[in-house]
């Protein structure tokens, strides 16, 4: 992303110090890239709207798998939204399907318009060039109510579903953040 995208300084976390210190080793020669130690679903080091942008590759999707995963996700969402400057993006890479990750995502209070990527074996290999050159299949704001329509998506083998989030609209969610209209 430093290389190829531009990117003048990336901000990586981790809940786990032992991955963090591993990254900064790893990659001490690149000086845009800064790893800190945090736990997404609460961030009080970081202002609101601190941030262009949040990438998330996985974080929900484990999250979602522990214990209390309903209110741990929504306390991420709330600190992804919170952190995010009017304008900004929320990228989340997951193999979550659209009948479990919108419902998450369209909650009213982060206004954020919701657009759905699909993509197969392929992302990794052309993740440089998202998304510019690589068609959606779905704009948001989709119905998160209508969830029938998404049973096609269960059907895919080893698809990763790209949700792009960008905020725009007033909202306050469930910590009593609140989102700013652009």
């Known amino acids: 992303m430093v290389q190829r995208g531009g990117y ?8 786990s110090s ?13 000086p845009q890239l800064q790893y800190r130690t945090a736990d997404a679903r609460s ?21 979602l798998c522990g214990q209390h995963a309903g209110d741990s996700a929504t306390s ?9 400057r009017p304008g900004g993006v929320l990228v989340l890479v997951t193999y ?9 995502l369209l909650q009213p209070c982060y206004g954020w318009h919701v657009t759905l990527y699909v993509m197969g ?10 998304p510019a050159q690589l068609s959606p299949i779905i704009h948001g704001p989709v119905d998160a109510h ?13 698809a990763h579903f790209v949700y792009v989030c ?13 989102s700013t209209a652009v």
Do not use: W
Request: net charge negative.
């Open 18 to 30: 032992v991955v963090v210190q591993h990254m900064q080793d790893l990659h001490k020669g690149i």
């Open 166 to 178: 960008v905020k725009h609209e007033l909202g306050s969610c469930s910590n009593g953040s609140s």
């Open 121 to 130: 074996n392929q992302l990794g290999t052309h993740l440089h060039m998202f």
């Open 43 to 63: 961030m009080p080091e970081y202002k609101d709207g601190a941030f262009d942008a949040v990438l998330d590759k996985g974080t929900l999707d484990a999250v």
């Open 8 to 15: 003048q300084r990336i901000l990586n976390t981790d809940i």
């Open 146 to 158: 209508s969830l029938e329509s998404y049973d096609a998506f269960s059907a895919l083998d080893h």
């Open 76 to 84: 991420m969402l709330d600190e992804c939204s919170r952190v995010l």
């Open 96 to 104: 979550g399907e659209p009948c479990s990750r919108l419902p998450l």
